[in-house]
């Protein structure tokens, strides 16, 4: 928030907390000093800065007065002279409010945005009249074995911290980061020299550690990527806050989110650099405290009443066993829970303002020896996904691809034709929060029943709020489905201009990867005035055993560019009109009708023409059993159903979710239950409501 200051008094004292204190450590002084804590965490400074050759670490005060005059410290004035009032006059003002703040002050304004109000009257110089200030975020930077890395390049807080740990301290710089891409110190661990760990929530963004990881900025063999899929909460905004190393042997997690049952639990992606000096998945979506018993430490699970809500389990190491809690329950607590090890382990607490100044630093460099990972073999449901190829094709598979629901709201560009969205009057971030728990939920359930689930993260600035809805921007077929031919990855033409934002580079790229063969259909949305459109496999239900597809005609589905689908790809197909029972047109196929190995649903009713809709069923009955669904089950979304395999293949479900397997009847379940193993569904209302989608619509096969 913004605070003032009136002419008499031009800053608040250092201790107000209104501000934070900029990480220069040579602001600490008095009493703070004289602690063992500080004492230690200055030789570990002492130690960091020598790994960087840097043997000393003094500032300037007339070189931060000359940045701040550059990039800080706007001036307003107020003139009640009739003559203009020169610049000089105001650089003057300016210069000489700077040179009234003592030292602390001085290193302090390097965190704040400065505004002054000036007053010139007649010939007198010009004065101030108050200040007002606005805390600025120095988060975005972390220190590497190999140097510095900054975030927020372009802005006045990117500036800040590169003038305090380039220009001052003299930390070389191995990259910085442009705004949208964000990072923060907090989300950063150095484990051990070839063991990062990095955490993605709401502070550091997937796309920024991807963009790291292809600069090879890290410094080591492996990284951990700890990514918040499903918790975003601002209480736990990092990865410090959730997690924390005693030693080299012991981990502290908090019990907030730990467990592999647990909704806000954290998943973690294994990153090995191979030979050719690129970063490759190794491990993906394991759970945090698993991944911490692979990689060979004892995890130690901090009960939740013992973990404070402002700091988390967030620790200062430093070296030799010594580590520093602000909390000093939290210390007694682990004090009294830590097993014995073979390496000392010495708990302090102090006042976490007299270490914030150095915590920064410490936190991002200080290295904590890793044990020796397990060699225990990894489980196969957290091993990189490849494409199958088998000899004969099939109609579900047991791989899918999900994208987690950050950022998901109504959708104005979608409302226009989805009739089944409805208008909530939930709070955006109540919307978020409700469809991250229930897509936790389900990704829970699946991984459960034995399905490899590969999870990918949307990002808020990528303004794409239905990207939980993969299935209809790709599809994939293997080699057997095409006949023998190459397999094939395709990418379709989108209506809404916020789904198309949903084709994210580094999926499209790592899918492209799996592929002999991309058909890419895109171009057809600047087709015409408006462009025409088929959304993948929303707009497409295919039996892919036999190569039949099946598209019902609307906006998101031209019928010309459905034959020519089917023409690249050997399908035949059937195409068709529905409309739902206000005579709405049926935005997608798949919520009126699913095809299974050899069970379907259809709902016939809403396929007006006679003979449009005898086609759909001849083609139908020719192999499989229908289930037939009245209007209203559609409008319950008990089409939008999806046959998946569960225990590595071996046995079929149905997935649906619990609206829809509550409005099926007992008739019709018994029927479905006769040709596959398990009717599976999971609550997803507030998803279906807002999105319009079901939970078909959240799995993007992977063949």
Same mark, same amino acid.
């Given at each position: 928030?913004?605070?003032?200051?009136?002419?008499?008094?031009?800053?608040?004292?250092?201790?107000?907390?209104?501000?934070?204190?900029?990480?220069?450590? @040579?602001?600490?002084?008095?009493?703070?000093?004289?602690?063992?804590?500080?004492?230690?965490?200055?030789?570990?400074?002492?130690?960091?800065?020598?790994?960087?050759?840097?043997?000393?670490?003094?500032?300037?005060?007339?070189?931060?007065?000359?940045?701040?005059?550059?990039?800080?410290?706007?001036?307003?004035?107020?003139?009640?002279? /009739?003559?203009?009032?020169?610049?000089?006059?105001?650089?003057?003002?300016?210069?000489?409010?700077?040179?009234?703040?003592?030292?602390? *002050?001085?290193?302090?304004?390097?965190?704040?945005?400065?505004?002054?109000?000036?007053?010139? !009257?007649?010939?007198?110089?010009?004065?101030?009249?108050?200040?007002?200030?606005?805390?600025?975020?120095?988060? *975005?930077?972390? %220190?590497?074995?190999?140097?510095?890395?900054?975030?927020?390049?372009?802005?006045?807080?990117?500036?800040?911290?590169?003038? /305090?740990?380039?220009? @001052?301290?003299?930390?070389?710089?191995?990259?910085?980061?442009?705004?949208?891409?964000?990072?923060?110190?907090?989300?950063?661990?150095?484990?051990?020299?070839?063991?990062?760990?990095?955490?993605?929530?709401?502070? #550091?963004?997937?796309?920024?550690?991807? @963009?790291?990881?292809?600069?090879?900025?890290?410094?080591?063999?492996?990284?951990?990527?700890?990514?918040?899929?499903?918790?975003?909460?601002?209480?736990?905004?990092?990865?410090?806050?959730?997690?924390?190393?005693?030693?080299?042997?012991?981990?502290?997690?908090?019990?907030?989110?730990?467990?592999?049952?647990?909704?806000?639990?954290?998943?973690?992606?294994?990153?090995?650099?191979?030979?050719?000096?690129?970063?490759?998945?190794?491990?993906?979506?394991?759970?945090?405290?698993?991944?911490?018993?692979?990689?060979?430490?004892?995890?130690?699970?901090?009960?939740?009443?013992?973990?404070?809500?402002?700091?988390?389990?967030?620790?200062?190491?430093?070296?030799?066993?010594?580590?520093?809690?602000?909390?000093?329950?939290?210390?007694?607590?682990?004090?009294? *829970?830590?097993?014995?090890?073979?390496?000392?382990?010495?708990?302090?607490?102090?006042?976490?303002? &007299?270490?914030?100044?150095?915590?920064? %630093?410490?936190?991002?460099?200080?290295?904590?020896?890793?044990?020796?990972?397990?060699?225990?073999?990894?489980?196969? =449901?957290?091993?990189?996904?490849?494409?199958?190829?088998?000899?004969?094709?099939?109609?579900?598979?047991?791989?899918?691809?999900?994208?987690?629901?950050?950022?998901?709201?109504?959708?104005?560009?979608?409302?226009?034709?989805?009739?089944?969205?409805?208008?909530?009057?939930?709070?955006?971030?109540?919307?978020?929060?409700?469809?991250?728990?229930?897509?936790?939920?389900?990704?829970?359930?699946?991984?459960?029943?034995?399905?490899?689930?590969?999870?990918?993260?949307?990002?808020?600035?990528?303004?794409?709020? +239905?990207?939980?809805?993969?299935?209809?921007?790709?599809?994939?077929?293997?080699?057997?489905?095409?006949?023998?031919?190459?397999?094939?990855?395709?990418?379709?033409?989108?209506?809404?201009?916020?789904?198309?934002?949903?084709?994210?580079?580094?999926?499209?790229?790592?899918?492209?990867?799996?592929?002999?063969?991309?058909?890419?259909?895109?171009?057809?949305?600047?087709?015409?005035?408006?462009?025409?459109?088929?959304?993948?496999?929303?707009?497409?239900?295919?039996?892919?055993?036999?190569?039949?597809?099946?598209?019902?005609?609307? =906006?998101?589905?031209?019928?010309?560019?459905?034959? *020519?689908?089917?023409?690249? #790809?050997?399908?035949?197909?059937?195409?068709?009109?529905?409309?739902?029972?206000?005579?709405?047109?049926?935005?997608?196929? &798949?919520?009126?009708?699913?095809?299974?190995?050899? !069970?379907?649903?259809?709902?016939?009713?809403?396929?007006?023409?006679?003979?449009?809709?005898?086609?759909?069923?001849?083609?139908?009955?020719? @192999?499989?059993?229908?289930?037939?669904? #009245?209007?209203?089950?559609?409008?319950?979304?008990?089409?939008?159903?999806?046959?998946?395999?569960?225990?590595?293949?071996?046995?079929?479900?149905?997935?649906?979710?619990?609206?829809?397997?509550?409005?099926?009847?007992?008739?019709?379940?018994?029927?479905?239950?006769?040709?596959? +193993?398990?009717?599976?569904?999971?609550?997803?209302?507030? %998803?279906? +409501?807002?999105?319009?989608?079901?939970?078909?619509?959240?799995?993007?096969?992977?063949?």
């Amino acid at each position: 928030r913004k605070m003032s200051a009136s002419a008499s008094q031009p800053w608040p004292s250092v201790h107000n907390k209104a501000y934070r204190a900029v990480p220069i450590p @040579t602001s600490l002084g008095g009493a703070a000093s004289a602690s063992p804590e500080i004492a230690k965490a200055h030789a570990a400074l002492d130690s960091i800065f020598a790994s960087h050759n840097i043997s000393k670490f003094t500032y300037s005060r007339a070189d931060i007065e000359t940045f701040l005059l550059e990039n800080n410290v706007h001036a307003q004035l107020h003139t009640e002279n /009739i003559r203009p009032v020169s610049a000089e006059a105001v650089l003057a003002a300016r210069r000489a409010f700077l040179a009234s703040l003592s030292d602390t *002050q001085i290193i302090h304004a390097l965190g704040s945005k400065i505004s002054l109000n000036l007053l010139a !009257v007649g010939d007198l110089p010009v004065t101030v009249q108050n200040v007002s200030f606005e805390p600025v975020s120095l988060q *975005q930077a972390f %220190i590497t074995a190999k140097g510095l890395v900054l975030g927020a390049k372009d802005s006045y807080a990117g500036k800040s911290l590169k003038f /305090i740990f380039h220009n @001052t301290l003299g930390f070389s710089i191995v990259y910085e980061l442009s705004e949208p891409l964000n990072i923060a110190w907090n989300d950063y661990i150095q484990a051990a020299g070839n063991l990062v760990f990095i955490g993605t929530s709401t502070s #550091t963004s997937d796309e920024a550690v991807r @963009t790291l990881l292809r600069a090879d900025v890290f410094g080591g063999a492996t990284v951990a990527l700890v990514r918040d899929l499903f918790d975003r909460n601002p209480a736990r905004p990092s990865l410090s806050s959730v997690l924390s190393f005693l030693n080299q042997d012991i981990a502290l997690v908090s019990g907030v989110v730990s467990g592999k049952e647990n909704l806000r639990r954290r998943l973690v992606t294994e990153y090995q650099r191979g030979s050719s000096g690129t970063y490759e998945e190794v491990i993906v979506d394991m759970e945090l405290t698993e991944y911490l018993k692979h990689r060979g430490y004892a995890v130690l699970v901090a009960d939740e009443k013992v973990v404070p809500a402002a700091s988390g389990v967030s620790s200062l190491h430093l070296g030799e066993g010594h580590v520093v809690f602000g909390d000093a329950a939290l210390a007694d607590w682990v004090r009294a *829970q830590t097993p014995r090890t073979s390496h000392p382990l010495h708990v302090h607490t102090a006042d976490a303002a &007299n270490v914030s100044n150095l915590v920064w %630093i410490l936190r991002s460099a200080a290295s904590v020896l890793a044990p020796t990972a397990s060699d225990v073999p990894v489980h196969w =449901q957290c091993l990189p996904w490849k494409a199958a190829n088998p000899e004969k094709a099939a109609q579900s598979t047991h791989k899918i691809l999900m994208v987690d629901p950050v950022g998901f709201i109504s959708n104005p560009q979608t409302l226009v034709d989805n009739h089944f969205m409805k208008k909530s009057e939930l709070e955006v971030f109540q919307v978020e929060r409700l469809a991250l728990e229930e897509a936790s939920r389900f990704h829970l359930e699946l991984v459960r029943e034995g399905v490899h689930v590969y999870m990918n993260c949307n990002e808020r600035f990528y303004g794409a709020p +239905d990207a939980l809805f993969p299935n209809n921007w790709f599809s994939t077929h293997n080699r057997a489905e095409m006949g023998g031919g190459p397999s094939t990855l395709v990418l379709y033409p989108m209506k809404a201009p916020a789904r198309r934002a949903e084709r994210r580079h580094h999926m499209v790229q790592n899918l492209m990867s799996k592929y002999d063969r991309v058909v890419t259909m895109t171009s057809w949305e600047e087709s015409g005035a408006a462009g025409i459109f088929l959304e993948g496999t929303g707009s497409l239900v295919l039996d892919r055993v036999r190569r039949v597809a099946y598209c019902l005609i609307s =906006q998101r589905a031209d019928k010309d560019v459905f034959l *020519q689908w089917c023409n690249l #790809t050997g399908y035949t197909p059937v195409a068709f009109h529905a409309h739902d029972k206000k005579g709405l047109v049926i935005y997608h196929t &798949n919520v009126m009708m699913a095809v299974g190995t050899t !069970v379907a649903v259809l709902c016939a009713d809403s396929i007006r023409d006679p003979e449009e809709r005898r086609n759909v069923i001849e083609h139908l009955s020719k @192999t499989h059993h229908i289930v037939y669904i #009245t209007l209203d089950q559609m409008d319950a979304f008990c089409g939008n159903v999806l046959e998946v395999r569960g225990d590595e293949g071996a046995k079929k479900m149905l997935i649906m979710s619990t609206r829809a397997y509550d409005a099926f009847t007992k008739e019709q379940k018994e029927d479905m239950l006769k040709h596959v +193993d398990k009717l599976f569904h999971v609550p997803i209302p507030t %998803i279906e +409501d807002i999105g319009g989608g079901g939970v078909r619509c959240m799995m993007g096969e992977l063949f």
